[in-house]
């Protein structure tokens, strides 16, 4: 079992930047696979990035390459730095883990409760 807990949510205007962690507990938390999701109002739940358990894999949808970056720390965290955030950004952000390779999938098995994210314009 892994429980998520995601933080660092708020209020920003357009070009700002926020910087969002994610924190597990559980001992094979470094196991895991790690993805970041979005869900805007009355629209469905998307995949944004992830990464591998190792650290040394990634993967970028279109709208947050070279906006956002994904890393892993050695205290169970993994934060998601987002940069020149926009408007169509604003959405409640969730983190998730799975076991296995493959990032960019919606099939993840432990889910936080989400953290908004809001980008005026």
């Known amino acids: 079992q892994v429980q998520l807990v995601e933080s660092g949510g708020g209020f920003v205007h357009a070009g700002g930047s926020l910087r969002l962690s994610c924190a597990a507990s559980?001992?094979?938390?470094?196991?895991?696979?790690i993805g970041w999701f979005l869900q805007a109002p009355g629209k469905e739940r998307v995949f944004v990035v992830g990464i591998s358990w190792s650290g040394r894999n990634t993967y970028y949808t279109d709208p947050v390459k070279g906006r956002f970056s994904i890393s892993r720390s050695a205290k169970n965290t993994v934060n998601l730095q987002m940069n020149s955030l926009k408007p169509e950004d604003t959405a409640v952000y969730y983190c998730a883990a799975k076991s296995g390779l493959v990032i960019s999938t919606t099939e993840y098995d432990y889910w936080g409760q989400g953290t908004q994210v809001t980008v005026s314009s």
């Open positions: 559980g001992r094979t938390f470094n196991s895991y696979t």
